[in-house]
């Protein structure tokens, strides 16, 4: 039971980018389009989830033994950039239109703080293997869900009758900020 209620809490109640803000770079950049949300999601989760993996059991097999745990934010940005050229190489070579269309909000899949805030999270607040995997499959899970919507959205902006100067970013501010107090309602879900 604990398990559903991280994995739905990580998902929904505290989504990565309605509760903290983190990734808002490719949430406004590449939410234009339904195909570059997907793409994007799905590298973010690849990411987040091996790179989570990686880190934890470097923290607990290598830095904690030797008693380095100090160096935990430099290992995990190292472990982070190292998957994120793996994608771009792997996107570059196998899906070119897709890896054309992130253009360089892939990269910037390295500075995205959502995924660096996830590995942190697993140690700081002392989970298991097993809450590590459900932790870092719902957080990339909601981070994608909500990059759906506000494309979805977006789509429909595309045709709706917006004052010129909310047009772009500033009715996608508006949007994502309803979009907050929507999902802050279900704060007693669980």
């Known amino acids: 039971m604990e398990s559903i209620t991280l994995f739905i809490s990580a998902v929904v109640i505290n989504n990565i980018i309605l509760t903290h803000f983190f990734?808002?770079?490719p949430f406004l950049g590449v939410s234009k389009k339904m195909s570059s949300a997907v793409g994007m999601g799905l590298a973010v989760t690849f990411v987040i989830f091996g790179s989570s993996l990686l880190t934890y059991g470097l923290y607990y097999l290598?830095?904690?033994p030797l008693q380095i745990e100090f160096m935990d934010l430099l290992t995990f940005i190292l472990v982070i950039a190292a998957f994120?050229?793996?994608?771009?190489m792997f996107l570059k070579k196998n899906s070119p239109a897709l890896y054309k269309s992130l253009g360089i909000y892939l990269p910037l899949i390295t500075t995205n703080c959502a995924v660096l805030y996830v590995a942190q999270q697993n140690i700081s607040q002392g989970f298991n293997l097993i809450e590590?995997?459900?932790?870092?499959?719902?957080?990339?899970?909601?981070f994608t869900m909500?990059?759906?919507i506000m494309a979805a959205i977006r789509g429909r902006l595309e045709s709706a009758d917006i004052?010129?100067?909310f047009k772009g970013n500033?009715?996608?501010l508006i949007v994502a900020a309803l979009m907050a107090i929507a999902f802050s309602g279900l704060g007693g879900l669980v």
């Open 23 to 25: 990734g808002m770079c």
């Open 62 to 64: 290598v830095l904690v």
């Open 170 to 172: 500033p009715i996608a």
């Open 84 to 88: 994120v050229q793996f994608v771009e």
């Open 163 to 165: 004052p010129e100067p």
């Open 146 to 148: 909500t990059l759906c």
């Open 132 to 142: 590590t995997i459900i932790y870092s499959l719902g957080v990339p899970l909601g």
